[in-house]
């Protein structure tokens, strides 16, 4: 059973904010929130993680409810490389990795 | 550092013929999975390996088999080919025993079965 749920697919004008939600409302306290980006057929990338505090780094921000039931990824100026399917998975920091499949995600496309 | 290679990038079969998906990473991570990819699909984690001698199932691992003799490699054999097989095969890793923080994923490779 899929542990997050997200949008099938969104569009963003180049150059403004992609705010890409997720829903883990069965997240346990031990579970960390990740996102990883596929830009069309190539291996996933890491994007970011967190647990309970919201994060920063030179790709995203990602903002998670107090109840951490959802999370937010945020790109803050999406540029046409930003097209991509964006993954939310759930996972614990100690064994996380072997209990989880990565669902449809959600298609982003940037739009000139 | 070259990340996680896999090998080769594409390949035909024929429905019975066995084969090979190369793994390999340079990054002296202990664990290493191998996920399937159909279309219009997320990725199913087929084998993982949390350290050299170690495997285990994941959630698709029915006609495929691992080994980790080394911490660097990681091969997938199909013993037998259906095309209920054919897909895109990446492979990945991250640092630590138990599978956590960020996960390192080859560039993929594609496997048509006819």
């Known amino acids: 059973d899929a542990k997050t749920t997200q949008p099938t697919s969104m569009d963003c004008a180049e150059g403004r904010a992609a705010n890409l939600p997720c829903n883990h409302s069965?997240?346990?306290?031990?579970?960390?929130v990740y996102w990883y980006r596929q830009i069309h057929s190539q291996g996933p990338q890491y994007i970011i993680h967190g647990l309970k505090n919201n994060e920063t780094n030179e790709m995203a921000s990602l903002i998670i409810t107090e109840d951490r039931k959802s999370s937010t990824l945020i790109l803050p100026h999406a540029t046409l490389r930003d097209t991509a399917v964006y993954y939310c998975i759930v996972a614990q920091n100690s064994g996380g990795y072997q209990k989880v499949t990565f669902g449809i995600g959600t298609k982003l496309q940037v739009i000139p | 550092n070259a990340g996680v290679t896999q090998t080769p990038k594409f390949q035909v079969l024929k429905t019975g013929q066995s084969m090979t998906l190369q793994c390999a990473q340079d990054?002296?991570?202990?664990?290493m999975s191998w996920y399937r990819q159909d279309p219009g699909m997320g990725l199913r984690l087929i084998h993982y390996s949390v350290g050299a001698g170690i495997t285990d199932q994941g959630e698709v691992p029915n006609g495929y088999n691992v080994s980790r003799s080394t911490t660097e490699d990681f091969p997938l054999r199909l013993l037998s080919a259906a095309p209920s097989q054919t897909s895109v095969y990446f492979c990945?890793?991250?640092?630590?025993?138990?599978?956590?923080?960020?996960?390192?994923f080859g560039e993929g490779s594609r496997l048509t079965v006819l």
């Open positions: 990945a890793s991250t640092s630590g025993r138990a599978g956590t923080g960020e996960l390192f």
């Open positions: 069965t997240i346990s306290g031990n579970e960390y």
């Open positions: 990054m002296n991570h202990e664990y």
